[in-house]
């Protein structure tokens, strides 16, 4: 079983402010094999992508890793 841990970072100035804050979270999906969790993954980053551009005329940098559970811990 295999579980994704998901980063996103906001870049709202290049100016060297600090305005850039991120987040990282657990997604709530346990997946099967690394090949499912990788495909979702990939589908997530884009729409994260999208919506920030979208809702938020912000720039954002996301990247979805997918890991192994085992024994409880990641």
């Known amino acids: 079983m295999f579980e994704a841990v998901i980063a996103m970072c906001m870049a709202y100035e290049i ?18 094999t690394y090949e499912a969790c990788r495909s ?14 979208r809702d938020y ?3 954002a940098v996301v990247h979805i890793a997918c890991g ?3 024994g409880g811990d990641t």
């Open 15 to 32: 100016s060297g402010k600090p305005m850039n804050p991120c987040w990282m979270r657990e997604a709530d999906q346990i997946f099967r």
């Open 57 to 59: 005329n912000a720039s």
């Open 68 to 70: 192994e559970i085992s």
């Open 40 to 53: 979702w993954g990939n589908e997530q980053e884009l729409q994260m992508i999208s919506k920030a551009i």
